[in-house]
């Protein structure tokens, strides 16, 4: 059974720092691997989607790896912004089903 | 396209009533999922339908709730009868045999 974890669980850093979100997983047989933003009260918005045959992908200040052999991505924001204040979730879609991590909730205060 | 369309977005209920999510997925996908997200779980996985058909149900918390696509433009996640703890927000999400796609959620209270 796929299980999805991510850490740290929550980060408070001030405005401009760069961070590394991490994301494991315990099955390699994915088809591709996703972060996701969701703020407050919302739906989830899709960041980054990376297929299985790829390394990385890159968004504006958003870069997000895969290695899958060892069953880890990193989502890298550069120079972060109060804006970016929200949960991430990564996600990996096996067969036909996407498995949630348990989220990393970042604040970035002024 | 509108995207998933979920209704309610929100519903408040006493304990013991039947509660009724409703899904319209995006035309064209052929995989509906259903999601409930709670502080305590996280997003978890409830059922997904494939052509219409219930495909895994694993994730079904109990017999009390159960979940129909009668046809590829409608799905219902029913609860009965709703407890307390079913409080959470229930996602649904579409696609066409990649990532799906979700819709804004309904944020259910059971008091």
């Known amino acids: 059974k796929q299980e999805v974890t991510q850490i740290p669980a929550a980060l408070s850093v001030p405005e401009g720092e760069n961070l590394v979100l991490n994301c494991s997983f315990t099955d390699s047989a994915i088809y591709n691997l996703q972060w996701f933003r969701q703020d407050p009260g919302k739906g989830l918005t899709s960041l980054l989607l990376i297929q299985s045959s790829q390394r990385e992908q890159t968004s504006g200040r958003l870069n997000a790896s895969l290695d899958k052999s060892s069953g880890r991505s990193t989502l890298y924001i550069a120079a972060s912004q109060p804006g970016d204040s929200a949960t991430y979730l990564c996600a990996v879609l096996n067969t036909d089903k996407l498995i949630f991590g348990t989220g990393t909730r970042l604040q970035v205060f002024p | 396209d509108a995207g998933v369309i979920q209704s309610p977005r929100h519903e408040v209920t006493e304990m013991g009533q039947e509660v009724t999510l409703r899904c319209k997925p995006i035309?064209?996908?052929?995989?509906l999922f259903w999601y409930r997200q709670t502080m305590m779980r996280g997003l978890e996985l409830l059922i997904y339908?494939?052509?219409?058909?219930?495909?895994?149900d694993s994730g079904m918390p109990e017999d009390r709730f159960s979940a129909k696509m009668p046809n590829a433009s409608f799905s219902t996640l029913k609860i009965q009868p709703s407890e307390p703890r079913d409080s959470a927000v229930y996602f649904c999400?579409?696609?066409?045999?990649?990532?799906?796609?979700f819709g804004q959620g309904t944020r259910l209270t059971v008091v």
């Open positions: 999400a579409s696609s066409l045999g990649g990532s799906p796609l």
């Open positions: 035309s064209g996908h052929n995989s």
């Open positions: 339908f494939n052509n219409n058909v219930p495909i895994d």
